[in-house]
């Protein structure tokens, strides 16, 4: 059974630039969920999506931007990129309206010149 | 403000050192608070969820507890490979997951 994946692992962009990372959930998963993890610090939520939709948001500009498809893998969007988008970026699935836990892949890690 | 406060912000323990991580939390509306592992270049993995004060869930060498206003992650007669960041979350009514800054373990043989 196949959990989260993402792609790319490592991702270099210089300012200015855009980059799109995707995930596919876990098996069964329904909801998929983008977090930041700068160096030292927890994640910090950027957006979930179910139904294709853009459910819930966390404090980050409109640069950020997603995307779910049918299959209910996701795409994060990043445009205009600045140096302090130099981050980790997990995406985490779990079902809709669950109190159960979220499965997170291992991240892509994007570097900012 | 809904707040997740981790302390200690590292801890350093020789092989068989028992130890206690704590997680403090001021938010409305907690659905749950969960423990993740998270290794170096890796993803958090999960560990524990605790729904309610008093509940008490064990895995090994640890074992994490909850009251109404923190959670502990108690670690015993911890092996090198134990040593990693900890993450305390909780689940907020609208289902989004706030994290705190993570306790960093690291056990020495």
């Known amino acids: 059974d196949a959990g989260v994946t993402q792609s790319p692992t490592h991702l270099i962009k210089t300012r200015g630039q855009q980059v799109t990372l995707r995930c596919s959930p876990k098996?069964?998963?329904?909801?998929v969920s983008w977090y930041q993890q700068a160096l030292g610090q927890g994640p910090q939520f950027i957006f979930q999506y179910y139904e294709e939709e853009e459910r819930q948001r966390g404090n980050f500009p409109d640069r950020f931007s997603g995307h779910q498809f049918p299959n209910y893998s996701s795409e994060l969007n990043v445009n205009a990129l600045l140096l302090g988008d130099s981050a980790l970026y997990l995406c985490?699935?779990?079902?809709?309206?669950?109190?159960?836990?979220?499965?997170f892949g291992d991240g892509t890690r994007l570097s900012i010149l | 403000e809904d707040q997740v406060t981790q302390s200690p912000e590292a801890l350093r323990l020789q092989e068989g050192e028992s130890s206690s991580l704590n997680c403090s939390y001021t938010v409305s509306g907690l659905r749950g608070l969960f423990w993740y592992r998270q290794d170096p270049g890796k993803g958090p993995e999960f560990l524990f969820t605790l729904y309610s004060a008093g509940e008490e869930k064990e895995k090994e060498r640890l074992k994490a507890t909850l009251t109404k206003k923190e959670s502990f992650l108690h670690i015993t007669a911890p092996k090198p490979e134990d040593s990693a960041t900890y993450l305390c979350?909780?689940?907020?009514?609208?289902?989004?997951?706030?994290f705190g800054a993570g306790t960093t373990v690291t056990v020495r043989a």
């Open positions: 098996s069964g998963h329904d909801t």
């Open positions: 985490a699935s779990s079902l809709w309206v669950s109190n159960q836990p979220q499965h």
């Open positions: 979350a909780v689940h907020l009514n609208d289902y989004k997951l706030s």
